[in-house]
Structure formats: C-alpha cells, structure tokens
C-alpha cells in the first residue's frame, strides 16, 4: 500500500518533493494545501489530486484519515506550526530545510515528534551523497581518532537568490539559514552530534546593500563566519556566503588526532594507510590509492556510486514509515544547527562570544 501523503506549501520546493515522491515511488500525493486557494487548486490539478482534497488551512487538511504523512513546504518562518499540527495528528513529517527560522520553533517541532512518537526528517539531502556516508563511517570508526578542530566552509561570490529569501518575515535569516545549514549540519553529522557550548561569530551584507535589487529591501545577511566549541573541547570554523569578494572560503575537513580527512574528497591524510582504512574500504566496495604507498601519505577513494539525492532522501523517508524505524536524521541532532545559528546571531548582535544551550527534550 502506497504511503498517502498530504502536502502543505505549493511553491518551489514542493515540486522537488513531488518530483522525489515520484520517482521513488510507493508514495501517493492525496491532499493539497495553500493559503492561496488558487495556488493550491493549480498544484492538485497538476498532481492529480481530488478537488476535495484541496485546502488553504492545513487544520482541516490533517482531519483526513487518509494522510500518513506531511510535506512541510512553507517558507521557513512558517515550519513549526503545521509540523507541529501534523505530529500532534499522528503524522509523520518531512520538512523541507531548515529545520525552522529559531531555535525556539525548531525545539518545539523535535519535542512534538518526541511526544508523538512519529518520524520527523528534515530535507538536508546533501547528508545523503555517498562519499559523505563513507567519510562518516572512517570516523564513526575511530579511524582519524579524536576530533580537535574542524572547518565547514562554503562559498558563492555571486548568488542572492532574491525573493522570499531575503526578508526574515518569511526565511528567517540569509545564506546561513539557506545554503549554510547544509555545510554546518553535514559537518556535525560527520562528526557524531558533538554538543555546542560557545560561539563567537559575525554576520554582514555590504555587497548585496550595493545591488539596487536589495537595497532598501533586504534584512538578512548575505555573509557568516563562527568559532564554534563543543563540549568535548573541540573547535569548529564555519562560513558561508552568498555573496564575497573571493572564490572560495575553504573547503569541509576535520583534523583528528590520528589523521585528517576532507569530507569534500573524501581525502584522508595520514601518517600511514592503516590496516583498519584498507578493511573499510573493502567492506565497502572501493578502491583506495595511497600516495606515496608508505609512510606519511594522502590517500584518494574511487568507486563511489552516483546517486541522486533527493531520490536517497525519499528513499530512507519512505522505509523509515513503512518499517516503524526512527528518523534516518534524528531531529535531535539536527537542532543542533538551530542552536548555533541562535548563538551566530546573538554573538553578532553582541559582539562578542555567547554560551549556547542544547534545550531539554
């Protein structure tokens, strides 16, 4: 039996959820919903679903029996409460990324699912990628051993995507929120949820105020940088951008006590190819070339397999409804990207470090 799904939000992303739901297959879109009527009505049209099952108030649209589970769509100011409404239904969740616009919506949508006992995951489709799948597994093993300093690092030097992005009434905040949750949570991901305690950062937006098509307009930033420390003494330097006079802000690494890797390569640095290394990789179906053979050495992995993102998302979210399992992202761990982009914009607005705390769940 298909998963029935009801989605929530009719503008841009919900077509890439469409088209995901789509392709993967085993999923049935039954319900449709928009505050624009027409927009919604357009969409189901589109989608093919029932003229009854079009809604512009996502209450009435949860009443349906029918729904297993929600696709959030909204813009992100707009996250908390219909996946808060949907749990509370005994649906589970996708919801597109960010987790939420603060840290306070988003510690209300993990407790809700918490509460509810359903899955809730958060469309962060680049966790997916196979080659970051493989860097985990190296340091889940302890292969690099223990983590002191990482860096998370992405860049555009032209790229506002405009829009609703731009304005905090509808995103929240800028690149951070937009583009940057990607980097920030893959890296935290990586690296096993380590728990935030400080940050010391800065947010700015002087190219975009030159661009007539933001000025006046514009209330996010366009650039973020931080300094990150967990509490198991580690550090992390984390940047973003959409907009800077440079190409390249750096790369996504973590520096370990054993060895280095590049989550970007994966690349790892080390002092040797370790017996350890070579049995993953293996286990795993690579190939791996260490350069030089002995020694103090970098090795370089082939033989990863394409894969289409959304269509891996949608995958795991589908076998996590049909098998009962968890999340295959715990929401847990997700918010810990909310709570240092909470720490990023209060350090900005302070100027100086702020402590951050993980809430209770």
Same mark, same amino acid.
């Given at each position: ?5 009801? !989605?929530? %939000? ?5 077509? $890439?959820?469409? #088209?995901?739901?789509?392709?993967? &297959?085993?999923?049935? =879109? ?12 357009q969409?189901?049209?589109?989608w ?19 729904i297993?589970?929600?696709s ?11 996946t ?12 597109e ?28 489709k ?17 292969? !690099?051993? %223990? ?5 998370? $690092?992405?860049? #555009?030097?032209?790229?506002?995507? &405009?829009?609703?992005? =731009? ?36 947010t ?21 940088a ?12 984390f ?50 070339? $260490? ?17 289409d993102?959304?269509?891996?998302q ?24 909310n ?13 100086k ?8 769940i």
């Open positions: 039996m298909a998963i029935r799904v009801g !989605i929530v %939000g009719t503008g841009g992303i919900s077509r $890439a959820h469409h #088209r995901a739901y789509t392709k993967v &297959g085993g999923f049935e =879109i039954v319900a449709v919903c928009d505050i624009i009527a027409e927009k919604a009505q969409a189901a049209e589109n093919g679903v029932p003229k009854k099952n079009v809604f512009t108030s996502y209450n009435k649209m949860l009443e349906m029996d029918e297993d589970t929600v959030v769509c909204t813009y992100n100011q707009a996250h908390r409460r219909p808060v409404a949907a749990l509370n239904a005994g649906k589970h969740v996708f919801c990324k960010p987790m939420a616009a603060t840290l306070a919506d988003a510690t209300a949508m993990v407790r809700a699912a918490k509460t509810s006992g359903k899955i809730l995951q958060i469309g962060l680049s966790a997916f990628t196979p080659k970051l799948q493989f860097a985990k597994k190296v340091i889940d093993q302890g292969i !690099i051993g %223990g983590i002191y300093y990482s860096e998370s $690092a992405r860049c #555009r030097r032209r790229g506002n995507p &405009g829009r609703t992005f =731009i304005y905090k009434k509808t995103a929240g905040a800028g690149a951070i929120v937009d583009i940057g949750v990607y980097n920030l949570h893959n890296s935290l991901y990586a690296m096993g949820y380590p728990k935030p305690v400080r940050v010391s950062a800065i700015e937006d002087y190219i975009s105020m030159q661009n007539p098509r933001f000025r006046d307009k514009m209330d996010v930033e366009e650039f973020g931080a300094w990150v420390r967990f509490e198991n003494g580690g550090v992390m330097v940047k973003i951008s959409w907009a800077v006079h440079q190409d390249s802000l750096g790369g996504v690494f973590c520096l370990g006590k054993n060895a280095g890797i590049s989550l970007d390569g994966p690349i790892v640095y080390a002092d040797s190819y370790s017996k350890e290394l070579q049995k993953l990789v293996k286990s795993e179906g690579l190939t791996a070339k $260490a350069d030089p053979p002995e020694g103090m050495t970098t090795i370089r992995f082939k033989g990863f397999p394409e894969v993102v959304w269509e891996a949608m995958t795991a979210f589908r076998e996590a409804v049909k098998t009962d399992a968890v999340s295959p992202l715990p929401p847990e761990g997700v918010l810990l990207t709570v240092i982009m909470d720490g990023i914009f209060r350090s900005h607005e302070s100027k470090e702020v402590a951050v705390k993980v809430p209770e």
